[in-house]
């Protein structure tokens, strides 16, 4: 899957990058461009290649800034269309015939971050073009960097803007902790300047940009627990479904760490009133294959508990290990509740696999109540 992913940036990406720059501007030397992009690419790595496409572009776009925008704005295709849930459709696809979308835009946006220092009123323009034909999360993050108060009355207005790309990048581009982008140190140890926006997104009528909030306020609870249990304090209060649902996933992380302040707010109580055992369906597992976990829970306690049942595997060393979501349920006193779940040991983008032992830790509440061991061959 890993390998897989890189090609989402390959010699079609170049050319087709070449050809709608060259249609929107007849002098654009796209053999000069290709003569820097293609040499190498496939020996590259995801997030180099798109760093190469990105000097292809400053060898061969103007050096007058508002121009080399105008051009890359001018070749970008219609903005991504929304389901009706607000989740963008055809994110992926990168070689429309109407223009560029997708995947190469990370490299366009990498350009523009390059130069935008110069001119950052035009930088942010250009970033909200290129946001709705994929997204410029990180793109942006540099001028967050460097020049914040230049940021912010734009980022408050985007977060008004009528398409819900443009919304959601006032978010996620903010975010203090954004994988694979800069990490913004100012707001990891303040984020109180993002918190409007946060307050102004947070029942919005797109799920993607809900779901940026959720993952804006986890990031948050990394570095100050305190405010997301004070946020989920005063915005759970007769919250509707989706609300709910994007302060649960904001709190995940602390809900996972066993955070009793957050657990409280959720009417959880530290661990389970109890017997918990977990048991695995087999003692080895091949990359590819799938580990059967079976989960028994026995409620000694005199009411109904309610439960966040989680699970973490974790390589032998620890390095690697993570935790997945399991159950929600409300156990009654008494009651014997099991749980079956297949966990499937596949690499993904984000996440390496480490052949041999590993430990699978059972956590109710934030509490490993139980673990349980196999081995993992290539």
Same mark, same amino acid.
């Given at each position: 899957?890993?390998?897989? /992913?890189?090609?989402?940036?390959? *010699?079609?990406?170049?050319?087709?990058?070449?050809?709608?720059?060259?249609?929107? !501007?007849?002098?654009?030397?796209?053999?000069?461009?290709?003569?820097?992009?293609?040499?190498?690419?496939?020996?590259?790595?995801?997030?180099?290649?798109?760093?190469?496409?990105?000097?292809?572009?400053?060898?061969?776009?103007?050096?007058?800034?508002?121009?080399?925008? #105008?051009?890359?704005?001018?070749?970008?295709?219609?903005?991504? +269309?929304?389901?009706?849930?607000?989740?963008?459709?055809?994110? #992926?696809?990168?070689?429309?015939?109407? #223009?560029?979308?997708?995947?190469?835009?990370?490299?366009? #946006?990498?350009?523009?971050? &390059?130069?935008?220092?110069?001119?950052?009123?035009?930088?942010?323009?250009?970033?909200?073009?290129?946001?709705?034909?994929?997204?410029?999360? /990180?793109?942006?993050?540099?001028?967050?960097?460097?020049?914040?108060?230049?940021?912010?009355?734009?980022?408050?207005?985007?977060?008004?803007?009528?398409?819900?790309?443009?919304?959601?990048? *006032?978010?996620?581009?903010? &975010? +203090? &902790?954004?994988?694979?982008?800069?990490?913004?140190?100012?707001?990891?140890?303040?984020?109180?300047?993002?918190?409007?926006?946060?307050?102004?997104?947070?029942?919005?009528?797109?799920?993607?940009?809900?779901?940026?909030?959720?993952?804006?306020?986890?990031?948050?609870?990394?570095?100050?627990?305190?405010?997301?249990?004070? !946020?989920?304090?005063?915005?759970?209060?007769?919250?509707?479904?989706?609300?709910?649902?994007?302060?649960?996933?904001?709190?995940?992380?602390?809900?996972?760490?066993?955070?009793? +302040?957050?657990?409280?707010? !959720?009417?959880?109580?530290?661990?389970?009133?109890?017997?918990?055992?977990?048991?695995?369906?087999?003692?080895?597992?091949?990359?590819?294959?799938?580990?059967?976990?079976?989960?028994?829970?026995?409620?000694?306690?005199?009411?109904?508990?309610?439960?966040?049942?989680?699970?973490?595997?974790?390589?032998?060393?620890?390095?690697?290990?993570?935790?997945?979501?399991?159950?929600?349920?409300?156990? *009654?006193?008494?009651?014997?509740?099991?749980?079956?779940?297949?966990?499937?040991?596949?690499?993904?983008?984000?996440?390496?696999?480490?052949?041999?032992?590993? &430990?699978?830790?059972?956590?109710?509440?934030?509490?490993?109540?139980?673990?349980?061991? /196999?081995?993992?061959?290539?």
């Amino acid at each position: 899957m890993a390998d897989a /992913f890189k090609l989402l940036i390959n *010699a079609d990406t170049a050319t087709h990058a070449a050809r709608h720059l060259k249609r929107v !501007w007849s002098g654009f030397d796209d053999t000069a461009f290709l003569a820097v992009a293609l040499p190498g690419l496939d020996g590259l790595e995801f997030k180099a290649r798109a760093l190469r496409l990105a000097d292809a572009l400053k060898a061969t776009l103007p050096d007058d800034l508002d121009r080399a925008f #105008g051009l890359i704005e001018s070749a970008l295709a219609a903005p991504l +269309p929304l389901d009706d849930k607000g989740e963008p459709v055809g994110i #992926g696809a990168s070689l429309s015939p109407q #223009g560029l979308a997708g995947w190469v835009v990370w490299s366009l #946006g990498e350009f523009v971050s &390059r130069r935008s220092l110069e001119d950052p009123a035009r930088a942010l323009a250009c970033l909200h073009a290129l946001t709705q034909r994929f997204t410029a999360e /990180f793109a942006i993050r540099r001028l967050l960097h460097e020049r914040p108060q230049a940021c912010w009355p734009t980022l408050q207005r985007w977060a008004q803007d009528p398409s819900a790309h443009v919304r959601r990048l *006032a978010s996620e581009g903010s &975010r +203090p &902790r954004l994988p694979w982008g800069l990490r913004l140190q100012a707001l990891v140890q303040d984020p109180s300047p993002t918190e409007p926006l946060l307050r102004a997104l947070q029942d919005d009528s797109s799920a993607y940009v809900r779901r940026s909030v959720a993952n804006h306020l986890n990031d948050i609870a990394k570095d100050h627990p305190e405010r997301v249990t004070a !946020w989920v304090r005063e915005h759970l209060p007769s919250a509707d479904a989706r609300r709910q649902a994007l302060l649960r996933h904001a709190s995940r992380t602390l809900i996972k760490q066993g955070h009793v +302040p957050t657990l409280q707010a !959720w009417g959880l109580s530290p661990g389970l009133q109890g017997q918990a055992t977990l048991a695995l369906s087999t003692d080895a597992v091949r990359v590819g294959e799938s580990v059967g976990l079976r989960v028994n829970l026995h409620s000694h306690g005199p009411q109904a508990q309610a439960l966040e049942v989680d699970y973490a595997v974790v390589p032998d060393g620890g390095r690697g290990g993570k935790t997945f979501k399991g159950w929600r349920l409300s156990l *009654a006193p008494a009651e014997v509740a099991v749980r079956e779940k297949q966990h499937p040991m596949r690499e993904v983008s984000t996440r390496r696999l480490y052949p041999g032992p590993h &430990r699978v830790d059972l956590l109710v509440n934030g509490a490993v109540l139980a673990s349980a061991t /196999f081995t993992l061959t290539p």
